[in-house]
């Protein structure tokens, strides 16, 4: 080969070289939408019976990923955490929104909730339940939770001078929006609880625009939102309901997510009062799927995954109201620079009705017995002891032997040398719990009325809904292999042409692109 020859075809190798980098950067925005509880066998199902429905219009020109799966514990906090950090429980801290930790000291006042607290009991008191959900709220019964976190009702650090713990300090490892902020992009939030400003990161500062109405509050009229003024369930707006109550309000209050990612899309702030760029990743969450699987009367009508009036209003609802940001999208003459993400932070156990088994809350407590500290259960069972040295005395009472196994519902329990196995060692880690309870199908922790719950290990809890969708796919993919959600933190950073191991949940669990992304 002559040297002109030779050029040339070095030229064509970096041509070819600089498309192939430069594709992703076409991307300039990411919308990251999680429809808690929605399930694979969903996305399926509604697509094939609404064929002209925005999931059908939007799968036309994406990736289906079938199989894919949290990569641990299915509750809203280790489960976001995975899909903007790329990381497991192991790495990210998470595995609640409320949990124990064995370093920490209880807040400063007593909260709503009666989580005791006290100035005296940092730092004499080591050993505290961490909530992170609506009992930080200095009132958990206004939609803004009466202004926001209320410092005084954090766990405290008795290693740093008492200090309150919050949220985002809690989270292990940086986040999307972090290495988003630090390239100098825009990003946004929306969320269920003023808590979630955790997607912040360690530093604090991850998400520009954050939005976290208060989703246990008092149901109250939304003005300027089309048939919530008054709302459509009245009677369910009283101080001892909340919106995830009723199906109807909850699509009040799930539109309040919605218009905050319109306004965004528009070059607004969540509220539209601001004008702001339109975020590089943005987001936020349904409540509405999760709800119609969980109240009494709805949920689904078999073991297919055949979704009852309820249910199917709800989905209805999310598809409709997905279609209308993706009307914004275009209309701001955003189509060809954005992607669209639509997945889920949990699925939901069971979807067979005929499998609802209600086991009382108070179970765990008795069957540990007196080493009990704590314990976490909604469909499956995290349990905390008052010391891990503990475990050789509590693992007898948990054999199907002395019936401990049958009376948690358990189909596994991990625990010893099974939990360590698998996650961290509680001796060495005081956040991870010392027994974990995978349950039978169907095993719900309640006293109540609910028909399904998240937070297990189960199938129905872990097997979820993603769909990839944008410019760059020609025609429909469904792919079959096994994917982790967690892959979808790095694939949004590569989409934006961002290195995915700017990430440290990534370097640390070795979490790879979602593959076939154009």
């Known amino acids: 080969m002559n040297l002109l020859n030779r050029f040339l075809v070095l030229c064509a190798i970096a041509a070819a070289a600089a498309v192939a980098t430069a594709e992703p950067h076409q991307i300039k925005h990411v919308l990251l939408i999680s429809v808690d509880g929605l399930h694979s066998i969903d996305v399926s199902n509604y697509i094939a019976a609404n064929p002209s429905s925005t999931l059908a219009a939007l799968a036309q020109h994406g990736i289906r990923y079938d199989n894919a799966y949290i990569p641990s514990l299915s509750d809203s906090f280790p489960g976001l955490a995975a899909l903007i950090t790329g990381g497991s429980p192991v790495t990210t801290g998470f595995w609640y929104d409320v949990t124990y930790n064995r370093k920490l000291s209880p807040p400063a006042m007593t909260t709503p909730y009666g989580i005791v607290g006290g100035a005296g009991l940092c730092p004499s008191v080591i050993g505290t339940q961490v909530g992170f959900d609506e009992e930080v709220d200095n009132n958990y019964l206004q939609l803004d939770g009466g202004g926001g976190i209320n410092p005084a009702y954090l766990p405290r650090d008795s290693t740093k001078g008492c200090a309150p713990v919050w949220p985002h300090s809690y989270l292990r490892v940086n986040t999307i929006f972090e290495v988003a902020r630090a390239a100098g992009l825009h990003t946004a939030w929306t969320d269920k609880h003023p808590s979630y400003e955790w ?162 809350g108070s179970v765990p407590a008795t069957v540990v017995g007196s080493s009990y500290a704590y314990d976490l259960s909604d469909d499956g069972s995290l349990i905390w002891l008052n010391h891990p040295t503990d475990i050789d005395s509590v693992l007898p009472n948990l054999t199907e032997a002395s019936g401990g196994e049958a009376q948690l519902g358990g189909q596994e329990i991990f625990a010893g040398p099974t939990l360590i196995n698998r996650w961290d060692d509680p001796a060495v880690d005081e956040r991870t ?67 995915p191991n700017r990430l440290q949940a990534v370097r640390k669990e070795g979490t790879h692109v979602l593959p076939l992304l154009p």
């Open 199 to 360: 997607t912040n990161g360690p530093s604090g500062r991850g998400v520009a625009d954050f939005y976290g109405p208060e989703i246990n509050s008092i149901p109250v009229a939304l003005p300027g939102i089309a048939g919530c003024n008054p709302l459509p369930d009245p009677a369910n707006a009283t101080p001892d309901n909340a919106w995830t109550d009723s199906i109807q309000n909850i699509r009040c209050y799930d539109t309040l997510h919605v218009n905050a990612a319109i306004n965004q899309v528009n070059g607004l702030t969540h509220d539209g009062s601001h004008k702001a760029p339109v975020p590089a990743i943005f987001g936020f969450n349904f409540q509405a799927v999760s709800v119609g699987e969980k109240l009494k009367g709805n949920g689904y009508e078999d073991q297919w995954g055949t979704p009852s009036a309820g249910l199917k209003s709800e989905l209805d609802f999310v598809d409709n109201s997905i279609g209308r940001i993706w009307n914004a999208i275009k209309a701001a003459g955003l189509e060809e620079s954005t992607v669209i993400i639509v997945t889920a932070k949990h699925g939901q156990s069971p979807i067979d009705p005929a499998k609802v088994t209600k086991i009382p």
């Open 433 to 499: 719990p010392d027994i974990i309870v995978k349950v039978n199908t169907g095993v719900i922790f309640t006293g109540g009325s609910k028909i399904a719950e998240h937070g297990g290990l189960n199938e129905d809890d872990i097997h979820v809904g993603l769909l990839v969708s944008g410019p760059g796919v020609e025609k429909p993919v469904v792919f079959k292999g096994n994917v982790s959600t967690a892959q979808v933190a790095p694939s949004v950073l590569w989409l934006l042409g961002l290195d």
